[in-house]
Protein backbone atom coordinates (compact mmCIF):
# COMPACT_ATOMS: atom_id res chain seq x y z
CA UNK A 1 0.00 0.00 0.00
CA UNK A 2 1.13 3.39 -0.70
CA UNK A 3 0.94 6.12 2.70
CA UNK A 4 1.74 9.14 0.66
CA UNK A 5 -0.41 10.70 -1.96
CA UNK A 6 1.66 13.51 -4.02
CA UNK A 7 -0.15 16.30 -5.97
CA UNK A 8 -0.06 17.15 -9.13
CA UNK A 9 0.50 13.70 -10.99
CA UNK A 10 1.89 15.72 -13.98
CA UNK A 11 3.55 19.12 -14.06
CA UNK A 12 5.19 20.94 -16.61
CA UNK A 13 6.46 24.31 -16.35
CA UNK A 14 8.90 26.60 -18.54
CA UNK A 15 12.79 26.77 -17.39
CA UNK A 16 13.48 29.91 -14.84
CA UNK A 17 9.59 29.25 -13.18
CA UNK A 18 9.64 27.58 -10.01
CA UNK A 19 7.51 24.27 -9.27
CA UNK A 20 5.72 23.13 -6.19
CA UNK A 21 4.75 19.63 -5.69
CA UNK A 22 2.37 18.47 -2.41
CA UNK A 23 2.50 15.24 -0.53
CA UNK A 24 0.11 14.35 2.10
CA UNK A 25 0.46 10.71 4.09
CA UNK A 26 -1.53 9.13 7.17
CA UNK A 27 0.15 7.71 10.00
CA UNK A 28 2.66 9.06 12.39
CA UNK A 29 6.29 9.53 10.94
CA UNK A 30 9.77 9.86 11.95
CA UNK A 31 10.86 11.77 9.33
CA UNK A 32 9.72 12.77 5.21
CA UNK A 33 11.68 12.69 2.59
CA UNK A 34 11.90 13.06 -1.06
CA UNK A 35 13.30 11.38 -3.94
CA UNK A 36 14.25 11.88 -7.47
CA UNK A 37 13.67 9.32 -10.26
CA UNK A 38 14.75 9.72 -13.82
CA UNK A 39 13.63 7.55 -16.46
CA UNK A 40 12.98 4.28 -14.55
CA UNK A 41 16.43 3.94 -12.69
CA UNK A 42 17.52 4.60 -9.22
CA UNK A 43 15.99 6.93 -6.64
CA UNK A 44 18.32 9.56 -5.54
CA UNK A 45 17.66 11.65 -2.19
CA UNK A 46 16.89 15.36 -2.29
CA UNK A 47 16.08 16.07 1.24
CA UNK A 48 15.28 14.77 4.73
CA UNK A 49 12.80 16.59 7.03
CA UNK A 50 12.30 15.46 10.75
CA UNK A 51 9.03 15.26 12.18
CA UNK A 52 9.97 17.98 14.98
CA UNK A 53 11.30 20.34 11.82
CA UNK A 54 8.84 22.80 9.68
CA UNK A 55 11.00 24.07 6.49
CA UNK A 56 14.44 23.07 5.27
CA UNK A 57 16.09 24.27 2.14
CA UNK A 58 18.95 22.55 0.19
CA UNK A 59 20.54 24.57 -2.51
CA UNK A 60 17.41 25.50 -5.11
CA UNK A 61 15.57 23.24 -2.47
CA UNK A 62 12.92 24.14 0.16
CA UNK A 63 10.76 21.17 2.09
CA UNK A 64 8.02 22.17 4.57
CA UNK A 65 6.15 19.72 7.01
CA UNK A 66 2.93 20.05 8.70
CA UNK A 67 2.29 17.08 10.98
CA UNK A 68 -0.73 18.37 11.96
CA UNK A 69 -2.72 18.33 8.19
CA UNK A 70 0.17 15.77 7.64
CA UNK A 71 1.21 17.25 4.34
CA UNK A 72 4.81 18.21 3.05
CA UNK A 73 5.41 20.13 -0.29
CA UNK A 74 8.85 20.62 -2.00
CA UNK A 75 9.76 23.50 -3.77
CA UNK A 76 12.31 23.70 -6.67
CA UNK A 77 13.14 27.49 -7.32
CA UNK A 78 14.24 28.71 -10.96
CA UNK A 79 14.04 25.11 -12.15
CA UNK A 80 16.10 23.83 -15.00
CA UNK A 81 15.44 21.50 -17.85
CA UNK A 82 17.80 18.93 -16.29
CA UNK A 83 14.99 18.74 -13.23
CA UNK A 84 12.60 16.76 -16.04
CA UNK A 85 12.13 13.63 -13.52
CA UNK A 86 9.47 11.95 -11.52
CA UNK A 87 9.83 13.34 -7.90
CA UNK A 88 8.52 10.92 -4.49
CA UNK A 89 7.79 11.66 -0.92
CA UNK A 90 8.67 8.63 1.29
CA UNK A 91 7.67 8.92 4.70
CA UNK A 92 9.68 6.96 7.62
CA UNK A 93 6.52 5.82 10.15
CA UNK A 94 7.36 6.18 13.56
CA UNK A 95 9.42 3.28 14.73
CA UNK A 96 9.69 1.96 11.23
CA UNK A 97 13.48 2.14 11.16
CA UNK A 98 14.39 3.09 7.64
CA UNK A 99 11.36 1.00 5.75
CA UNK A 100 9.96 4.00 3.57
CA UNK A 101 6.49 4.11 2.77
CA UNK A 102 6.48 6.23 -1.31
CA UNK A 103 3.53 7.74 -3.27
CA UNK A 104 2.65 7.04 -6.59
CA UNK A 105 5.08 10.51 -7.42
CA UNK A 106 4.98 13.45 -9.59
CA UNK A 107 6.16 13.83 -13.02
CA UNK A 108 7.92 17.31 -13.66
CA UNK A 109 8.76 18.26 -17.50
CA UNK A 110 10.62 21.77 -17.34
CA UNK A 111 10.58 23.31 -21.13
CA UNK A 112 13.80 24.50 -22.11
CA UNK B 1 33.02 5.05 -1.90
CA UNK B 2 31.27 2.96 -4.15
CA UNK B 3 27.34 3.29 -4.22
CA UNK B 4 24.67 0.51 -4.65
CA UNK B 5 25.04 -1.76 -7.46
CA UNK B 6 22.68 -4.49 -8.77
CA UNK B 7 22.63 -7.26 -11.32
CA UNK B 8 21.68 -8.07 -13.45
CA UNK B 9 19.96 -5.25 -15.00
CA UNK B 10 17.75 -6.59 -17.26
CA UNK B 11 16.28 -9.96 -17.49
CA UNK B 12 13.21 -12.00 -18.73
CA UNK B 13 12.09 -14.77 -17.17
CA UNK B 14 8.51 -17.09 -18.06
CA UNK B 15 6.23 -17.62 -15.55
CA UNK B 16 6.95 -20.39 -12.86
CA UNK B 17 9.88 -19.92 -13.18
CA UNK B 18 12.81 -18.92 -10.07
CA UNK B 19 14.78 -15.50 -10.66
CA UNK B 20 17.47 -14.68 -8.24
CA UNK B 21 18.82 -10.74 -8.18
CA UNK B 22 21.69 -9.35 -6.53
CA UNK B 23 22.72 -6.26 -4.55
CA UNK B 24 25.89 -5.16 -3.06
CA UNK B 25 25.45 -2.50 -0.58
CA UNK B 26 27.50 1.07 -0.12
CA UNK B 27 30.48 0.93 1.78
CA UNK B 28 29.80 1.40 5.78
CA UNK B 29 26.17 0.66 5.21
CA UNK B 30 24.47 -2.23 7.03
CA UNK B 31 21.04 -2.25 6.31
CA UNK B 32 20.01 -3.52 2.78
CA UNK B 33 16.22 -2.88 1.76
CA UNK B 34 14.33 -4.22 -1.64
CA UNK B 35 11.82 -2.57 -3.00
CA UNK B 36 9.47 -3.67 -6.02
CA UNK B 37 8.45 -0.64 -8.93
CA UNK B 38 5.81 -1.55 -10.95
CA UNK B 39 5.36 0.50 -14.13
CA UNK B 40 3.60 4.07 -13.29
CA UNK B 41 3.88 3.64 -9.66
CA UNK B 42 6.34 3.98 -6.36
CA UNK B 43 8.55 2.06 -4.99
CA UNK B 44 6.62 -0.70 -2.47
CA UNK B 45 8.90 -2.09 0.48
CA UNK B 46 9.27 -6.14 0.28
CA UNK B 47 11.60 -6.00 3.01
CA UNK B 48 14.92 -5.14 4.93
CA UNK B 49 18.03 -7.32 6.18
CA UNK B 50 20.07 -6.11 9.53
CA UNK B 51 22.99 -8.28 10.48
CA UNK B 52 21.48 -10.94 8.04
CA UNK B 53 18.20 -11.02 9.62
CA UNK B 54 14.86 -10.02 8.28
CA UNK B 55 13.85 -7.28 9.83
CA UNK B 56 10.11 -6.53 8.63
CA UNK B 57 8.76 -7.49 5.61
CA UNK B 58 6.06 -5.80 3.49
CA UNK B 59 2.69 -7.19 1.80
CA UNK B 60 4.54 -10.01 -0.30
CA UNK B 61 3.72 -13.83 -0.62
CA UNK B 62 6.18 -15.73 1.00
CA UNK B 63 7.45 -16.25 -2.66
CA UNK B 64 9.45 -13.01 -2.15
CA UNK B 65 12.61 -14.34 0.06
CA UNK B 66 15.96 -13.23 0.41
CA UNK B 67 19.44 -12.91 2.12
CA UNK B 68 21.87 -11.18 3.15
CA UNK B 69 25.38 -11.89 3.35
CA UNK B 70 28.54 -11.12 6.14
CA UNK B 71 29.97 -8.45 3.86
CA UNK B 72 26.08 -6.75 4.00
CA UNK B 73 25.84 -7.79 0.00
CA UNK B 74 22.12 -9.23 -0.32
CA UNK B 75 19.69 -10.89 -2.74
CA UNK B 76 16.35 -11.51 -3.47
CA UNK B 77 14.53 -14.36 -4.58
CA UNK B 78 11.22 -14.78 -6.37
CA UNK B 79 9.94 -18.35 -7.10
CA UNK B 80 6.78 -19.34 -9.13
CA UNK B 81 6.90 -16.40 -10.95
CA UNK B 82 3.60 -14.64 -12.10
CA UNK B 83 3.14 -12.04 -14.71
CA UNK B 84 2.44 -9.44 -11.97
CA UNK B 85 5.80 -9.62 -10.84
CA UNK B 86 7.19 -7.84 -13.41
CA UNK B 87 8.49 -4.84 -12.49
CA UNK B 88 11.89 -3.10 -11.70
CA UNK B 89 13.37 -4.14 -8.40
CA UNK B 90 15.69 -1.46 -6.08
CA UNK B 91 17.65 -2.29 -3.70
CA UNK B 92 18.97 0.11 -1.00
CA UNK B 93 21.27 0.42 1.64
CA UNK B 94 21.23 2.82 4.82
CA UNK B 95 23.61 3.26 7.46
CA UNK B 96 23.83 2.06 11.42
CA UNK B 97 20.47 3.67 12.58
CA UNK B 98 20.62 7.53 13.37
CA UNK B 99 17.38 7.88 15.13
CA UNK B 100 14.80 9.35 12.71
CA UNK B 101 16.94 10.74 9.84
CA UNK B 102 18.07 7.32 7.70
CA UNK B 103 18.75 8.19 4.19
CA UNK B 104 18.52 5.71 1.42
CA UNK B 105 20.88 5.10 -1.27
CA UNK B 106 19.30 3.02 -4.47
CA UNK B 107 21.02 0.53 -6.71
CA UNK B 108 19.84 1.67 -10.62
CA UNK B 109 18.00 -1.56 -10.33
CA UNK B 110 17.33 -5.12 -12.29
CA UNK B 111 14.10 -4.61 -14.48
CA UNK B 112 12.46 -8.28 -14.52
CA UNK B 113 10.22 -9.28 -17.27
CA UNK B 114 7.33 -12.06 -16.80
CA UNK B 115 5.95 -13.64 -20.05
Known amino acids: SQQGEEDPQALSIQEGENATMNCSYK?????LQWYRQNSGRGLVHLIL?????REKHSGRLRVTLDTSKKSSSLLITASRAADTASYFC????????????FGKGITLSVRP | ETGVTQSPTHLIKTRGQQVTLRCSSQSGHNTVSWYQQALGQGPQFIFQ???????GRGNFPPRFSGLQFPNYSSELNVNALELDDSALYLC??????????????FGAGSRLTVL
Open chain 1, 27 to 31: TSINN
Open chain 1, 49 to 53: IRSNE
Open chain 1, 90 to 101: ATEPAGANSKLT
Open chain 2, 92 to 105: ASSPSRVTGANVLT
Open chain 2, 49 to 55: YYREEEN
